[in-house]
């Protein structure tokens, strides 16, 4: 979705008002998400991410956006899975270059969870589904850091590291 939509959506949403920032934004990102989409879509403030992020919890399914800091996608990846009351996260970036997964102190679930990227189906253990406070949480200080890890949730190897 681009930015003039996205405006549009944040002018309509039920909570249009209410949408907060949780952070002042550091870096514009680049989401990817919308399969049919010509390219990403550009995020440049806190709202800007509440609503993008809105956006992909309205899909159908687990879905995935991708978030990059727009103008250096080499940097950092984030990965911010949203499913109802809860999402994943992957880092990928800095120190991390291998790739991290959020982590749930509480789950105890060990069949894998699936979420869907642009219509391609991801696999996830079931102990890197956390609350979706905490993942918005995490998109949030990504934007903010400039691309850093963040700290809003704990982390894990990805699988086979």
């Known amino acids: 979705m681009h930015v003039d939509r996205l405006r549009r959506h944040a002018a309509g949403h039920a909570d249009g008002e209410a949408i907060h920032r949780r952070c002042n934004a550091v870096v514009a990102l680049s989401a990817w998400f919308d399969v049919v989409a010509e390219g990403p879509t550009i995020v440049r403030t806190a709202e ?70 642009m219509n391609n189906d991801r696999e996830f253990p079931a102990d890197a589904e956390v609350s979706v406070a905490l993942v918005r949480a995490a998109a949030h200080q990504y934007m903010e850091t400039g691309g850093d890890r963040p700290t809003a949730v704990d982390w894990q190897p990805r699988s086979g590291n």
Not at 80 to 92: D, K, P, S, W
């Open 48 to 117: 800007e991410l509440e609503v993008l992020l809105d956006q992909v919890a309205d899909l159908e399914g687990p879905t995935i956006v991708e978030l990059f800091v727009d103008g250096d996608l080499g940097r950092a990846v984030l990965d911010v899975g949203l499913h109802g009351a809860h999402g994943i996260l992957y880092y990928a970036g800095g120190e991390h270059r291998d790739g991290t997964l959020s982590k749930a102190v509480d789950r105890v679930d060990v069949a894998p969870v699936l979420y869907y990227y």
